[in-house]
T-cell receptor, first 113, second 114 residues
Framework: SAVISQKPSRDICQRGTSLTIQCQVDSQVTMMFWYRQQPGQSLTLIATANQGSEATYESGFVIDKFPISRPNLTFSTLTVSNMSPEDSSIYLC??????????FGQGTRLTVV | GQNIDQPTEMTATEGAIVQINCTYQTSGFNGLFWYQQHAGEAPTFLSYNVLDGLEEKGRFSSFLSRSKGYSYLLLKELQMKDSASYLCAVRGDNYGGSQGNLIFGKGTKLSVKP
């Protein structure tokens, strides 16, 4: 298994501001994944973060809106920039182990007002 | 396009058996996963199927038919703590045939009643 610490667990933010979410894994991993889970919706992959290279973003997500850092093999951050109420969601980081089974952090519940 | 369908909600009685179905249409197939997610918590892994057939794991079993694009999760001897959302996820292909990312269904919210 993998122990993933994600913070903050929740936040309420003003529109137009930015929030940085941190994700710490208990062991080194090549790839870390960032997902969004909007109310009543499925988990949607935002981007894949590789250490030492730029993140790979999925269709509909751009680096200017969701900049990602991956300074080492156990840590990553996702920033939600210039927030609007439509960004209110749960954001989850994830790593994969053993047959590519995904493990998730506890999630960050973001509310933009 | 890529699509995963599962029922939005189900209700069952404590001690009973419930089957949650999942149908999928994806670009390629490299395995199907079931996750459990309690309200306000992270999804946790339940099962993995890559070949046709039934995988049994205690009170939980998962079935896969690749030709039909169909899976189900079977929960036996239901307990109150099984009230949660159950997410079906499929790993498709990247272009070039390498293993792709996980694609999640919207989840089935299961309510277990006494």
């Amino acid at each position: 298994s993998a122990v993933i610490s994600q913070k903050p667990s929740r936040d309420i933010c003003q529109r137009g501001t930015s929030l940085t979410i941190q994700c710490q894994v208990d062991s080194q991993v090549t790839m870390m994944f960032w997902y969004r889970q909007q109310p009543g919706q499925s988990l949607t992959l935002i981007a894949t973060a590789n250490q030492g290279s730029e993140a790979t973003y999925e269709s509909g997500f751009v680096i200017d809106k969701f900049p990602i850092s991956r300074p080492n093999l156990t840590f990553s951050t996702l920033t939600v920039s210039n927030m609007s109420p439509e960004d209110s969601s749960i954001y989850l980081c994830s790593v994969e182990r053993r047959g590519r089974q995904a493990f998730f952090g506890q999630g960050t519940r973001l509310t933009v007002v | 396009g890529q699509n995963i369908d599962q029922p939005t909600e189900m209700t069952a009685t404590e001690g009973a058996i419930v089957q949650i179905n999942c149908t999928y249409q994806t670009s390629g197939f490299n395995g199907l996963f079931w996750y459990q997610q309690h309200a306000g918590e992270a999804p946790t892994f339940l099962s993995y199927n890559v070949l046709d057939g039934l995988e049994e794991k205690g009170r939980f079993s998962s079935f896969l038919s690749r030709s039909k694009g169909y899976s189900y999760l079977l929960l036996k001897e239901l307990q109150m703590k099984d009230s949660a959302s159950y997410l079906c996820a499929v790993r498709g292909d990247n272009y070039g045939g390498s293993q792709g990312n996980l694609i999640f269904g919207k989840g089935t919210k299961l309510s277990v009643k006494p």
